[in-house]
């Protein structure tokens, strides 16, 4: 894959999209904390790593139509709330996601009469998780159905997972979104849904973590699948896939 720009990009926060409000994502960044443990004897420093810790800054412009950026910053909820800023919007591309808590909305009006906010978002739980679109951005399902897959390429992990959903409008009674694996993109061993992969059943806007079981193997092909009783369901999800052992 060639090197990319930061054209074409969103920014998901809550179950709402906000990214024709966003001006510039300003900040993205996570990692350990780092802790001193440099000894008397040393010539430089020694760090271990410390709690997992992630942000998520942008500049909005702003909207006060009902849905968009003024309405849903202004109201500075006190519970946490879940970024996911997508590189692009395709299928398979990458997105990073991140529960937080929003720590403001400043405004400045400047000389130019430009008026605009800036919003920080420092992790709250398990800090900022790169992970791979699993809707080529929003996705619209209208009764259930089984999504295109993506190939991880590398078979099988034995680490978990963790997802993100944002379901930013619904019609209907109620839509649950969930992931399938397969070995072989169905061919031979049939899509089978991922354990503890399932998000609750939705019945209007909303956002979700969840996490498998972190020693859970997790097959190369992975897609998303809508049931429910509904007519209408825009959402988007996102999968990161441990490589490694990973603990929160």
Request: aromatic residues 10%.
């Amino acid at each position: 894959m060639s090197k990319q720009s930061g054209l074409g990009d969103a920014l998901y926060i809550a179950g709402y999209d906000l990214s024709g409000d966003i001006g510039s994502v300003n900040s993205i960044g996570g990692g350990p904390s780092l802790l001193e443990v440099t000894g008397i004897d040393k010539y430089a420093p020694e760090r271990l790593g410390g709690v997992r810790d992630g942000r998520i800054d942008y500049t909005s412009f702003f909207n006060p139509a009902i849905g968009q950026a003024h309405l849903r910053l202004s109201a500075l909820p006190t519970s946490d709330v879940i970024l996911s800023y997508y590189r692009g919007t395709a299928l398979g591309g990458a997105s990073a996601n991140l529960v937080a808590k929003q720590l403001n909305y400043d405004g400045t009006r400047a000389d130019d009469g430009a008026f605009t906010f800036v919003g920080q978002n420092p992790g709250s739980g398990y800090g900022l998780e790169w992970g791979t679109n699993l809707t080529a951005g929003k996705r619209t399902d209208g009764s259930a159905t089984n999504g295109t897959s993506v190939d991880f390429g590398t078979g099988s992990t034995s680490f978990g997972l963790q997802a993100y959903l944002h379901v930013f409008a619904f019609t209907g009674t109620s839509v649950t979104v969930k992931l399938q694996e397969s070995s072989d993109n169905g061919a031979g061993d049939a899509w089978a849904d991922v354990t503890g992969g399932g998000f609750t059943a939705a019945t209007g806007v909303t956002s979700q973590r969840i996490a498998t079981a972190n020693n859970l193997t997790v097959e190369r092909y992975l897609r998303v699948v809508t049931t429910g009783t509904f007519s209408n369901a825009v959402f988007a999800v996102s999968v990161n896939r441990n490589d490694v052992a990973t603990n929160f």
